[in-house]
């Protein structure tokens, strides 16, 4: 008798959950329907639009989050450019650890990365740096601010690959693989990470030089803090990746090839991990699993990813190539609006458009989460021509996050003032 009423609670609070769970799925289409552009999308199969919306309710001190989903279950989505936070953030980590072991290494130290493999200086010396010299510190902001890809590297070599996705999974996020760097063919080479030595101040590089004409993977002790040796990957984390044949038909050499592409040795990373992650960095007190960061790497963190490129002095830039709404699409038509402040992710390859933000606005004392992925490729051809970001994908998710907006403003209970929290990365550099 125990047994049966015991499985009769589980069954109902298994249809409790279930219930929770499609209203929470339905919400999203509800607030959608009005417009038909986007209910059009919504409703359509060629898009693979994914969305999670987190409200953020605060009580007696307390903050509760509600997340609503719409379409998540899985299919995969090249998330190109977003993987920059995790390896900013765990890079960040990673040389935390490192000077716990009584190294003076921090984000600020001269850095020169050296191939044991093509024997070639990777990074060291380069104008565009502030003082010449490249540091992690600026090599975040490049990758968070500037979409640069080959700062994603940089990181990638710090971490290796090995750690990088090991660290990530113990974390949590187990629906994550990273697979590659950028700019490179043959992801499998990115199983080798190039050596990191962390230099003493103002060591003049052409003293350096002289010990690195061998190319050997070891400097005099007077002239660098600590080595971060070259490594490879000793698992095969390719060999265990399942097929992910996608689409009908790519390009290659200028031709159609009709046959599904295989995004099997690809970066995976979910709209789930995704947008946990981006929520554990904002509010790590309610994190069960802790990062290792300092107050001042969060504060970095918060600073590169709310920085517009019209902020950053070095490296110089056009402002026609980078206007202040390069790679944003969240309230993209908000931009410029000093009661606004989004703290963003994005992405935009293969046909796949991706944001991942938080947004404050500070005037109505709300703030959100929302990362949505669309498909903008209903052809299911990958080839730059068959792509339609600014016609699809960049409008809607311009007017999914002004609904969702919108909707933050009518239901809002509380006024939320976030002067503390904003005022305590503005001076980050």
Not at 254 to 282: A, G, Q, T
Not at 313 to 331: N, T, V
């Amino acid at each position: 008798m125990y047994k049966k009423i015991t499985f009769f609670l589980s069954f109902l609070m298994y249809l409790s959950v279930l219930s929770v769970e499609a209203q929470n799925t339905r919400q999203i289409s509800r607030l959608m329907k009005k417009n038909h552009f986007l209910h059009d999308i919504l409703s359509s199969k060629n898009y693979d639009v994914q969305i999670i919306y987190t409200k953020i309710e605060r009580k007696n001190g307390k903050i509760k989050f509600k997340d609503y989903h719409h379409n998540v279950g899985g299919r995969y989505f090249y998330p190109s450019t977003t993987v920059f936070l995790p390896a900013a953030v765990l890079a960040l980590e990673k040389i935390n650890r490192i000077a716990a072991t009584g190294c003076d290494v921090d984000t600020k130290r001269n850095i020169r990365i050296d191939s044991d493999i093509s024997n070639k200086t990777i990074l060291y010396i380069d104008s565009t740096y502030e003082n010449h010299y490249a540091n992690y510190s600026e090599i975040i902001k490049r990758m968070l601010v500037l979409n640069d890809k080959n700062s994603f590297n940089y990181c990638y070599d710090l971490l290796n690959q090995k750690f990088f996705n090991e660290r990530f999974h113990e974390l949590g996020y187990a629906n994550t693989w990273f697979l590659h760097k950028f700019n490179n063919e043959q992801p499998e080479k990115s199983r080798h990470s190039n050596s990191v030595t962390f230099f003493k101040t103002n060591v003049p590089s052409y003293f350096i030089d002289l010990v690195f004409q061998k190319r050997q993977n070891t400097t005099m002790p007077f002239l660098s803090v600590y080595i971060n040796n070259a490594e490879n990957n000793p698992d095969d984390y390719y060999s265990i990746q399942k097929n992910l044949p996608l689409g009908k038909g790519y390009i290659k050499n200028d031709s159609l090839v009709r046959e599904p592409m295989d995004f099997k040795k690809m970066n995976k990373y979910s709209i789930e991990d995704m947008h946990n992650f981006l929520k554990s960095l904002i509010f790590p007190d309610s994190q069960t699993r802790k990062l290792n960061l300092k107050e001042s790497d969060y504060n970095l963190i918060y600073r590169y990813l709310s920085m517009f490129p019209s902020e950053v002095r070095y490296p110089k830039h056009s402002r026609e190539q980078y206007p202040d709404g390069f790679k944003r699409y969240i309230l993209k038509d908000r931009i410029g609006d000093p009661s606004i402040k989004i703290f963003g992710n994005s992405g935009k390859d293969f046909g796949f458009l991706i944001d991942n933000a938080y947004v404050i606005d500070k005037q109505n004392g709300i703030d959100f989460l929302l990362t949505v992925v669309i498909k903008c490729n209903r052809e299911n051809i990958f080839g730059e021509n068959y792509y339609e970001y600014e016609k699809i994908g960049e409008p809607f998710i311009r007017e999914v996050s002004k609904i969702i907006y919108e909707y933050e403003i009518s239901s809002r209970k509380n006024f939320t003032d976030f002067t503390d929290f904003l005022n305590g990365f503005k001076d980050v550099s």
